[in-house]
């Protein structure tokens, strides 16, 4: 039963999230999952939809040590 709450309110999360974006809830979740890559202007209407700042920046290695 506590996974099924769980569930709900995730779905719930998703359905409000696109609908923020204009889509469906099913996107969202290959999103989430890893079932499809978001291209920039995806990322851009999640960034409106949640109220944040969408940044895109490039590093060489060595940035990442």
Do not use: Y
Not at 5 to 18: D, I, R
Not at 52 to 65: G, H, K, Q, V, Y
Request: no cysteine; net charge negative.
């Amino acid at each position: 039963e506590g996974e099924s709450l769980l569930q709900e309110s995730f779905t719930s999360a998703q359905v409000e999230l696109a609908e923020k974006m204009g889509t469906t809830q099913r996107a969202i979740s290959r999103l989430e999952n890893g079932g499809t890559t978001p291209n920039v202007g995806t990322l851009a209407k999640i960034a409106e939809a949640t109220e944040t700042e969408l940044r895109i920046s490039f590093t060489t290695p060595e940035d990442n040590m």
